[in-house]
């Protein structure tokens, strides 16, 4: 089956870094895009970074382009998203997604089939 596991999140200071990794298995990771979504309490999910299975990136939210780097390793089955200058406002739990199919995705949602479980990010001075 499908498992997605996060790991990374933490506290940080605003300003400060942190980076997420997504470990996946149970299917062919590298036929796959991936993404990473983010829901802080109260709020809606919000689709942070995607990227395809050949490594280029697909999207980044607004808020956190400039900010923020997806990347991948298919040979790891690992999943990254390096998070840099922290604001308050990235706080929230973060998610790794895996879409339904091998389509490369021009346009958010995603059909995500599989989330992981989230990483909470807490940026606080």
């Known amino acids: 089956q499908v498992q997605l596991v996060e790991s990374g999140g933490g506290l940080a200071q605003p300003g400060g870094s942190l980076r997420l990794s997504c470990v996946a298995s149970?299917?062919?990771?590298?036929?796959?895009?991936m993404t990473w979504a983010r829901q802080a309490p109260g709020k809606g999910l919000e689709w942070v970074a995607g990227?395809?299975?050949?490594?280029?990136?697909?999207y980044y939210s607004d808020s956190v382009k400039g900010r923020f780097t997806i990347s991948r390793d298919n040979v790891k089955n690992t999943l990254f998203l390096q998070m840099n200058s922290l604001k308050p406002e990235d706080t929230a739990r973060y998610y790794c997604?895996?879409?339904?199919?091998?389509?490369?995705?021009?346009?958010?949602?995603?059909?995500?089939?599989?989330w992981g479980r989230g990483a909470q990010v807490t940026v606080s001075s």
């Open positions: 997604g895996k879409p339904a199919d091998r389509g490369t995705y021009l346009y958010t949602p995603w059909p995500i089939e599989s």
């Open positions: 149970g299917f062919p990771f590298m036929d796959y895009a």
């Open positions: 990227i395809y299975s050949d490594d280029r990136v697909a």
